[in-house]
């Protein structure tokens, strides 16, 4: 009866261990797994130059300040238009460009072309935002429009005017597939050059 009872008590407690072993290693998994809360997405860190601006003084009948790491070069799709031009920043993949008109009683077909090129970004965009330029001093005139949303081709873009002589449309795109949230530091960087040299542009021929 000794040996009997003394079998059970053995076995007994072999089982009493494994229980207890595996209500342990069923609590620590369910810590582990159960809970797990995935780490948002995150993107590399982009280094953006210092500021410092330079003139386009050129036979152009517009100038303005501009980025001195960047490059100006004429639009290679439009050769005829030796006003047009492109703002390249080959780091960032990213191009300002520029498109001159003269006008002559046709100012209201640039407002609205200008205004049809923006609203081609509604399906990509989830607000665009407008603002105003009203520089007396330099006779410049215009609206600006931020397109906002991650698809969006071209997140800036604006037209400067005299309303009786000159027109000048600018939009920011980027060589690469559209993703504004992990460009965002780079759009933002851009924007601010934009606004530079919208805040120093003057006609030279008025």
Known sequence: MKNDSSFIKKNLQ?????????????????????????????YFRIETPEKNYVLLDTIFPYAFEYPAFSKILSDPHAPNQKYWINIDYPNFKGRIHLSYKKIDNNLNKYLEDSRKLVLKHIPKASSI?????????NNVYGLVYNIQGVGAASPYQFYL?????????????????????????????IISDIDHLIETFYWKNN
């Open 14 to 42: 072999k089982y009493l261990n494994l229980l207890f072993l595996g209500i342990v290693l069923l609590l620590l998994f369910n810590s582990c797994g159960g809970d797990y809360i995935p780490k948002p997405r995150g």
């Open 129 to 137: 935002k407008n603002k105003v330029v009203n520089i007396k001093e």
């Open 161 to 189: 005017t005299d309303s009786l002589n000159h027109f000048v449309r600018g939009a920011l795109y980027f060589h690469t597939t559209p993703n504004n949230d992990s460009l965002a530091p780079v759009i933002e960087y």
